[in-house]
């Protein structure tokens, strides 16, 4: 069945430059058709009173609506027989120490929920998503979305990637005390700075973020 779903570059996929291109690449492989790709900015309401309403009360609520309302993010709706259960094999398991060490969150993801990209769970799940998403998103008649995803991986394919292991061994120091949160901050800046092109001092809700993942 032809079915939509909703993908997007959450804000490590969005800064970490090649870890984002990494992952569309991979979902483009799949042919969808392409019927949205853009820069977004959702604001805190449309992600905790809609997008991520189910998940109101859990103890990652809001961690969680800070992490993805911290930068930009790359939104994507894309079409395609059992679309939506093939993204969700190349992501991944939720957890990025979880996720098998091939996927997408395994291998990309800076650790814990901190995991690449998001995608719808389901082609139900994936119509519910696309029609909260579309009144949202400035979508154009007759745009070419796919050239514009394959511009942005074209662009970023090459960029210089930092492993995510050491993101994790960082979080995982900082988690047992062995270093302090300003210093997890300032190696994770280091870290970041070689790997995207948005200006570093615009990131420090990101980076905080970040370190707060490895502190909950
Ligand atoms: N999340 C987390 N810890 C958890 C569960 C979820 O940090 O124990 C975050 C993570 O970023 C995840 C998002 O909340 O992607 C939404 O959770 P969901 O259960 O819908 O996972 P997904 O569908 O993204 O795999
Ligand atoms: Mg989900």
Known sequence: MEEKMLVFLKPDGYVR??????????????????DYFGEFRPDKMFMSD???ANLK?????????RY?????????IIGGEG????VRTLLGATLCENADPSSIRGRYGIGRGMNVAHASESAEVGEKEVNMWKSMLNILEGADYESKAREYIEKYENYPMID???????GGDLNKGKIKAD???ETFKYFIAQETDLDIDSLDEFL?????????
Not at 17 to 34: C, D, H, N, T, W
Request: proline share 5%; charged share 25%; hydrophobic share 45%.
């Open 208 to 216: 905080s973020v970040s370190v707060d993942n490895f502190l909950r």
């Open 183 to 185: 210093e997890a901050k």
């Open 57 to 65: 009360g859990k103890p990652i609520f809001e961690w969680l609506i």
């Open 83 to 86: 679309i939506a259960q093939k």
């Open 68 to 76: 993805v309302t911290s930068t930009p993010i790359i939104a994507m």
């Open 50 to 52: 809609k997008h991520y």
């Open 17 to 34: 430059k090649y870890v984002g291109a990494r992952a569309l690449k991979e979902i483009m492989k799949l042919e969808p058709s392409v």
């Open 164 to 170: 995510s292991i050491r993101f994790r061994e960082i």
